[in-house]
């Protein structure tokens, strides 16, 4: 790893040896795994902390800590986990103390985080970590991507699950053998107590069935089969042949059955059209949602570099975004 610039120096602090983190793509069920760790009365387990390693580059450079505290500021989900951002700590230093405050808040002795991308750079900062890839049926993640208005057809929302999958299997060739496991989200909503303690002893605690103690402090109900291969009732036929040409051959060496005997050729003018079509509903969808003055504000000045007034305009958005979150 590179040393780090001057303006990167601060207070000494501790260091976290071997958290634990859960990674794979958004959509696959990150969030029911994540209250389950966290209900264990041994594992204190953050939310989606992305921000941990979004600024350090794939190479292992960390960012200027004055820039990083000042994004921090303004990160959405940063600002759910509630961590205090210490002044005197380098980068390092900065994002260990997040975890402690993790683990000191909850008064527990194992600490994590879930990651969905960027989670190859963990290993900059925590070369001991531990980590448990979370799988799901890539169409299943695609339908949800749709869902949450992140992507405007199936076609497109195939991309959170390749980028994960992709990232995922270079990472894990350069880990350890036990400090990894993969879980398919098939077999924790089938299965929830076996999967669980395959987890638990990787982490190395004890399993407990307050695991499940979630249902009665979030919105998220007992694992249910049912959730299962959701893709079959979303998804017109059309939009699975075109998914299936996309994502086909990674689904089936994922042991996943494909349903299209003649998935649909797509030629890339064809491909160029479904990703247009993909901007324009998204486009569509944030107008509807956030209103078309607000979204221009926030557009025209991003692009003007007018700081205050898109920090304004960025925080009315992030402001309906979490009205609308389950």
């Known amino acids: ?51 941990l390693v979004s600024e350090v580059s794939d190479w292992g450079v960390f960012p200027k800590v004055a820039d990083y505290r000042r994004k921090l500021r303004e990160d959405r989900v940063f600002r759910h986990s509630g961590f205090e951002i210490a002044d005197d700590l380098d980068f390092p230093a900065l994002v260990n103390d997040f975890l402690f405050q993790k683990l000191e808040r909850d008064r527990k002795r194992v600490v994590g985080a879930t990651v969905h991308y960027g989670f190859s750079r963990l290993k900059y900062l925590w070369p001991r970590a531990k980590y448990i890839y979370l799988l799901r049926d890539g169409r299943d993640v695609a339908a ?11 076609f497109a929302g195939t991309k ?59 919105s998220y109900s007992l694992p249910d089969p049912a959730q299962v291969a ?9 939009d699975l042949q075109y998914l299936e040409a996309q994502i086909g051959p990674q689904l089936a060496a994922r042991g996943y059955e494909l349903c299209c005997t003649r998935p649909q050729r797509i030629g890339p003018t ?17 107008i509807a949602k956030f209103g078309f003055w607000l979204f221009a504000l926030e557009l025209a000045s ?16 992030d402001t309906i975004i979490d009205q609308n979150l389950k």
């Open 270 to 286: 064809h491909m160029q059209w479904l990703e247009w079509r993909s901007r324009v509903k998204l486009l569509q969808r944030r």
């Open 160 to 218: 959170w699950w390749l980028d994960a999958e992709r990232e995922w299997a270079e990472f894990k060739s350069s880990l350890p053998r036990d400090r990894w496991i993969e879980v398919r989200y098939e077999d924790l909503v089938a299965d929830s107590e076996a999967q669980l303690q395959r987890v638990c002893d990787l982490i190395g605690v004890k399993y407990s069935p307050r695991m499940f103690d979630y249902a009665e402090s979030s």
């Open 1 to 51: 790893m590179e040393t780090l610039p001057s303006e990167n120096q601060g207070a000494p602090a501790r260091k976290m040896e071997s958290p634990v983190f859960l990674v794979g793509s958004e959509r696959s069920g990150t969030t029911l795994l994540r209250l389950m760790l966290d209900h264990h009365p041994d594992i204190a387990f953050n939310l989606e902390s992305e921000f």
């Open 230 to 238: 959701k893709w079959r009732r979303k998804l017109p036929p059309r």
């Open 144 to 154: 949800s991507v749709v869902e949450m208005g992140w992507a405007g057809n199936a």
């Open 302 to 317: 991003r692009r003007l570099g007018c700081r205050s007034i898109n920090s304004r305009a960025r925080h009315a958005i």
